[in-house]
């Protein structure tokens, strides 16, 4: 079956607790994306990778990193975890990023509370 | 600055009847859009596309309608269906921007 995994689905930790959330696709998929979701603002991009070994900020990068070292995976990663990082994230891919008839496909979500 | 923006929050329809979900955009280099639908606990599904060469696509129940010159596009659902109830994202890509989600619309349809 065609997915995008994410794990942890929960996860509550710690200020400063380095974490990491693993994202997952089986697809072959060269775009993969991190994005978080708030009361009120929608889904906001964090990283995206446009294929191995590159990435980008998107909209809201600030105490997240990212790798991507290889096609399938695309970790997500809090060094220094604060309360104001407590979201929903959301993993996504595609095949292609700039084509309509390549939608993403979305992981089912991380719920992380920093406390 | 939003380059996507969905100005209604919420949505009440009755069963049966036609919900219309509308969408601004700022970026005139955006060259397609997409509407997602998300149930609580799940992560968004794509519902329909439309390319920025169209103004319309139909996909059963589904119509989105695209305005260019006053960069709008809304998503049409007849007849509605309390199935259909969820939070709905406008997205836009073009250009060297990757996709941008709006902020959303929960529509609530009412049996």
């Known amino acids: 079956e065609a997915q995008v995994t994410q794990n942890p689905r929960y996860l509550i930790t710690v200020t400063g607790k380095k974490l990491t959330v693993t994202c997952s696709q089986n697809?072959?998929?060269?775009?993969m994306s991190w994005y978080r979701q708030d009361p009120g603002l929608g889904l906001r991009q964090i990283y995206y990778s446009m294929n191995v070994e590159v990435t980008d900020k998107g909209d809201v990068p600030e105490g997240y990193k990212v790798s991507r070292k290889e096609k399938r995976n695309f970790p997500l990663i809090l060094e220094s975890p604060s309360p104001n990082q407590t979201s929903l994230y959301f993993c996504a891919s595609s095949l292609r990023w700039d084509r309509e008839d390549q939608p993403q496909h979305f992981g089912d979500g991380t719920r992380l509370s920093i406390l | 600055d939003q380059q996507v923006k969905q100005n209604s929050p919420s949505l009440s329809v009755q069963e049966g009847r036609i919900s219309i979900l509308n969408c601004d955009y700022t970026?005139?280099?955006?060259?397609?859009f997409l509407w997602y639908k998300k149930y609580p606990a799940e992560g968004p599904t794509f519902l329909i596309s439309?390319?920025?060469?169209?103004d319309k696509n139909e996909d059963g129940r589904f119509t989105v309608f695209l305005n260019k010159s006053a960069k709008h596009l809304s998503l049409h659902i007849v007849p509605s269906q309390p199935g259909d109830s969820a939070v709905y994202f406008c997205a836009a890509s073009g250009g060297n921007t990757p996709l941008v989600f709006g902020k959303g619309t929960r529509l609530s349809v009412i049996a």
């Open positions: 697809m072959n998929h060269e775009y």
């Open positions: 439309i390319s920025s060469i169209k």
């Open positions: 970026n005139s280099m955006f060259d397609y």
